[in-house]
């Protein structure tokens, strides 16, 4: 493969930091187009090179420096980019080892640094330090193969919102690894369509006077890796909910998402599938909130103590914590109920549902979910399945409170009424440790006071009951949630 390996200081460029060298940079670069090579390398040596005019940057070229020491000071007009590539598809370009500084003010012009607006394949970012640019990279409509980065610095000193995310990526295969992006971006990094991705090492994060909008955003992307990261300094005014936005995934399949330290903001999943494990939130309010059918896999690390959130615009604040479409080694059904049907579980009315890091006293292994509120009458809402009408049922589970609680209880809610057969099982449940306690009913039409016409998926709801005077947050557990046919209590199996 032939080579050739351009100085752009044999073309006229000075470095020194005053003189306009974007004529001889643009003569250096197309003296290495002209060669007629498949390899066209073009070396900065170590100075400041000033730039006010975009400058070419076509296929097969690498532009290379000495990191820090080799520094392209640029100032463009409005909307443009230092490279700006619109030719059909580009491929196999490099930048390394560069350092690009826009020199902050507060009436810097919107201009970015690297803009490929169609195909891009095969091409690398490595070791490039980038300052105040309000835009850095904003690749392809479609790649072909692999975009990879690595080592990327961004830095925004200027305090004004700067409106644009710092990365745009849209494509196949994009390799991420040791980025770190800082100021006050809308995002820090937005993918869209990109089908097999990798996020590998960062630090992404706003300042104290110039906070980030959205740190990271998927979009319609599939299997992706997001992993050993730190996210902090979020803007939460003007976003949904009213919660800073750590990791946004819309409409996104197969995400993985470990091993993240995120001190401002929260995960959100809107559709879509992701598994989420290995977090840590470094504010109570922060953490998973899910929306419109997202499918989550929650290892049991990432729930310790952590947060599980609904979209707020769900009547009355639910918020699936197990539901039938989910499998959870953590939520296993209790092998001692399987005479019972084990249930799906919505939390309702709690400011904080949780697997919890106590595991259960009945099953080696597995971890209860922990409600917590400030109110009474919160709790869980247990769906039953389609079940008869006009028989009764009982519902059987595992309770135990842990502070400020003075009994949990059983309400029917849900569209259709229930009538305790026998009400003495109806329990206000006031041990201390783990117990159970039941609810025997049977299905009925709230009009007609009579059994329903049809099959029916009646609601039954956990609810505690706080102590008198208590304003600080309650808490209890509940585990192995059953429902049997006919009444069932006490069963000796039920230990």
């Known amino acids: 493969m032939s080579s050739v390996r351009i100085d752009v200081k044999d073309f006229g460029a000075l470095g020194d930091g005053q003189t306009d060298d974007t004529e001889a940079l643009r003569s250096a670069i197309n003296a290495a187009l002209s060669g007629g090579v498949s ?36 100032k463009l007009a409005e909307d443009q980019w230092l490279f700006d590539n619109l030719g059909a598809e580009t491929k196999g370009w490099e930048i390394e080892g560069l350092t690009f500084n826009a020199n902050p003010a507060s009436n810097t012009p919107h201009f970015g640094l690297l803009k490929c607006d169609n195909n891009v394949s095969a091409c690398t970012v490595q070791n490039i330090r980038v300052m105040n640019f309000q835009r850095v990279l904003n690749i392809g409509l479609k790649m072909y193969s692999m975009l990879s980065i690595d080592k990327l610095s961004i830095y925004n000193k200027n305090s004004t919102n700067m409106g644009d995310s710092a990365l745009e990526i849209l494509g196949n295969a994009v390799m991420m690894t ?17 089908n097999v991705f990798q996020l590998e090492g960062f630090n992404i994060a706003g300042g104290p006077n110039a ?62 599938a992701a598994t989420i494990e290995s977090i840590a939130f470094g504010q109570n309010a922060n953490g998973i909130r899910y929306l419109n ?58 400011s904080l549902s949780a697997l919890t890091s106590e595991l259960t006293d009945y099953i080696s292994g597995n971890q209860a979910i922990k409600v917590t509120t400030k109110a009474n009458y919160h709790g869980v809402t247990i769906v039953l399945p389609t079940i008869r009408t006009g028989f009764s049922h009982t519902i059987r589970l595992k309770v135990k409170p842990l502070t400020n609680i003075a009994y949990i209880n059983f309400a029917a809610s849900g569209d259709v009424a229930t009538t305790t057969e026998m009400p003495a099982q109806l329990r206000n449940s006031e041990a201390v440790g783990w117990h159970e306690i039941s609810y025997t009913f049977k299905t009925i039409d ?50």
């Open 178 to 194: 040791n980025i770190e992006i800082i100021g006050k971006y809308s995002s820090g990094l937005a993918l869209t369509n990109a």
């Open 446 to 495: 709230p009009a007609a006071k009579q059994p329903p016409t049809t099959p029916v998926t009646p609601q039954i709801k956990v609810q505690g009951v706080l102590k008198d005077g208590t304003v600080l947050n309650a808490a209890f557990l509940i585990d192995a949630v059953a429902i049997f046919p006919e009444y069932s209590n006490d069963d000796p199996s039920f230990v």
């Open 293 to 350: 059918g997202a499918m989550l896999s929650l290892n049991m690390a990432a729930l310790g103590l952590q947060n599980i959130h609904a979209d707020a615009s769900l009547a009355d604040g639910e918020v699936i914590v197990y539901d039938a479409k989910q499998t959870h080694k953590n939520l296993l059904a209790n092998p001692s109920l399987m005479s019972g049907q084990t249930l799906p579980i919505k939390s309702s009315n709690a």
């Open 39 to 74: 390899v066209k390398q073009v070396y900065f040596p170590p100075g400041i090179y000033k730039v006010t005019g975009t400058l070419p940057f076509p296929s097969g070229l690498t532009i290379f420096g000495i990191q820090e020491a080799s520094v392209l000071s640029v």
């Open 211 to 272: 906070l980030m909008g959205n740190s990271i955003r998927v979009t319609d992307c599939s299997v992706g890796t997001i992993s050993n990261g730190w996210i902090e300094e979020l803007d939460e005014t003007g976003l949904e909910n009213g919660y800073a936005h750590a990791i946004d995934l819309t409409n996104s399949e197969s995400i993985a998402v470990r091993n993240l330290n995120i001190a401002t903001g929260s995960i959100f999943v809107d559709g879509g």
